[in-house]
């Protein structure tokens, strides 16, 4: 079943055109919209402007990457009521899989990556969730496709490609 799921998740990726590139970093990108539909469904797209959601956004970031406080983070991202850009979802994926919850952390990466299917970061998260769960030969996907969005030598290949180096079982932790 799970390969099944992130089976599709890649066909996703494959089928998906378009969207912005986004490095995911403390300053989320705009949301990528191919269609008049998605961008008044995204018309919040001048938020990434907006000083409340910036705020809500870095405090969030600053909560999960200084704190490790990833509960707290993850109702701090949904608050922000745009769980549906890419660097949003992403957090709260990367969240549920520090707290051990795969099979919610994949629904996000999933959401994440329909948002932006070029979304770096998650890629990067997705394959590192991969790896943890021993689907090192499916990591392999998420690692061609930073690949082809960055080259080898951006800080998520090398990070997804040191991961896939090391002996499986030796306790990996991202």
Known sequence: MHEQVCDQAFDAGNV???GAYAAGSDNPAPPASDTKKEKKKHDKSSSIDDPKFLEGYHKAYATI???NDYGSA?????ALGQD???DVANLIGYSYR???DYKVSQIWYERALKADPDHVKTWQY???WLVEQGNRDQAQYPLNKIAA???TNSDEYRSLAAALEKPPGTGLVY
């Open 98 to 100: 520090k707290l051990g």
């Open 149 to 151: 969005l960055t080259g």
């Open 84 to 86: 549906d850009r890419a």
């Open 16 to 18: 998906l055109d378009g």
């Open 74 to 78: 993850i109702e701090q991202l949904k």
């Open 65 to 67: 990457y200084d704190r």
């Open 126 to 128: 997705y394959g590192l």
